[in-house]
T-cell receptor, first 112, second 113 residues
Framework: GAGVSQSPSNKVTEKGKDVELRCDPISGHTALYWYRQSLGQGLEFLIYFQGNSAPDKSGLPSDRFSAERTGGSVSTLTIQRTQQEDSAVYLC??????????FGQGTRLTVV | KQEVTQIPAALSVPEGENLVLNCSFTDSAIYNLQWFRQDPGKGLTSLLLIQSSQREQTSGRLNASLDKSSGRSTLYIAASQPGDSATYLCAVPSTYNNNDMRFGAGTRLTVKP
């Protein structure tokens, strides 16, 4: 596609439920990043994929968070047993290796 | 651990002024630095990417410079317009071997008509 696509754009879920957020990177981009932005805050790094290398998971805040990238393309961020503090905008970006990164429009997650 | 600081946190200027936004980072072993803008409720838009071998990049009214040895970058905006109002973010890799970007907290710019 022309840009990074994220779905859904908005998600409201009940506390304790699991959610899956999807990111479709730009075709040919080997690097994919997930960030979280809470209201009025900066970008918090979550996880980074580069080609076939092991992902850098150092930013995941707890073991309730996990992410996969299948076939080096689409990525899914899963949050299990959601809590109210998980409410935020989840942003995905992709790039060629060591090149300009492009962001999607984000998924706004609200846990009620 | 790479830490990125942006000064000022907020800036308000009248239309037409030239302005400079600052970004500093603690680990100078980077291979690039990227500037973004974020409009309220939106994702990030890439403005400029500077490779470590470059000292500056220009795009229209924007000029970004990079002084890797001192751990600093500046974003210069010429003849500011109300449409430039947004939050400006700089990002650098966490280490030389990684491409995961670490962000500053941003500068919130308001350009008054």
């Amino acid at each position: 596609g022309a840009g990074v696509s994220q779905s859904p754009s908005n998600k409201v879920t009940e506390k304790g439920k699991d959610v899956e957020l999807r990111c479709d990177p730009i075709s040919g981009h080997t690097a994919l990043y997930w960030y979280r932005q809470s209201l009025g805050q900066g970008l918090e790094f979550l996880i980074y994929f580069q080609g076939n290398s092991a992902p850098d998971k150092s930013g995941l805040p707890s073991d309730r968070f996990s992410a996969e990238r299948t076939g080096g393309s689409v990525s899914t961020l899963t949050i299990q047993r959601t809590q109210q503090e998980d409410s935020a905008v989840y942003l995905c970006a992709s790039s060629r290796h060591r090149d300009e990164a492009f962001f999607g429009q984000g998924t706004r997650l609200t846990v009620v | 651990k790479q830490e990125v600081t942006q000064i000022p946190a907020a800036l308000s200027v009248p239309e037409g002024e030239n302005l400079v936004l600052n970004c500093s980072f603690t680990d100078s072993a980077i291979y690039n630095l990227q500037w973004f803008r974020q409009d309220p409720g939106k994702g990030l838009t890439s403005l400029l990417l500077i490779q470590s071998s470059q000292r500056e990049q220009t795009s229209g009214r924007l000029n970004a410079s990079l002084d890797k040895s001192s751990g600093r970058s500046t974003l210069y905006i010429a003849a500011s317009q109300p449409g430039d109002s947004a939050t400006y973010l700089c990002a650098v890799p966490s280490t030389y071997n990684n491409n995961d970007m670490r962000f500053g907290a941003g500068t919130r710019l308001t350009v008054k008509p």
